[in-house]
């Protein structure tokens, strides 16, 4: 996970080498849109984006639809 924006050159830069190296890059960001109400809850959002983006199965959030 890449810190949130704003992002510089360097940033993109090293994010495009880690993607050309196969690995998966996403911002971390709190999600307000779902509401949270601790700073757990925030964490959680961002921890559980990530664990999909791997394809490992959690119960930390609630996905569109579910």
């Known amino acids: ?6 992002l510089n050159l360097i940033h993109v ?3 495009e080498r880690v993607m050309r190296a196969g690995c998966f890059c ?3 960001f ?3 849109l779902f509401k949270p109400k601790t700073l757990d809850d925030m964490i959680d959002f961002m921890a559980g984006r990530a664990l999909d983006l791997v394809k490992i199965e959690h119960n930390l959030i609630k996905r569109w639809g579910e």
Do not use: I, L, Q
């Open 1 to 6: 996970m890449t810190r949130e924006t704003p």
């Open 13 to 15: 830069e090293n994010m």
């Open 26 to 28: 996403t911002a971390c």
């Open 30 to 32: 709190a999600c307000f």
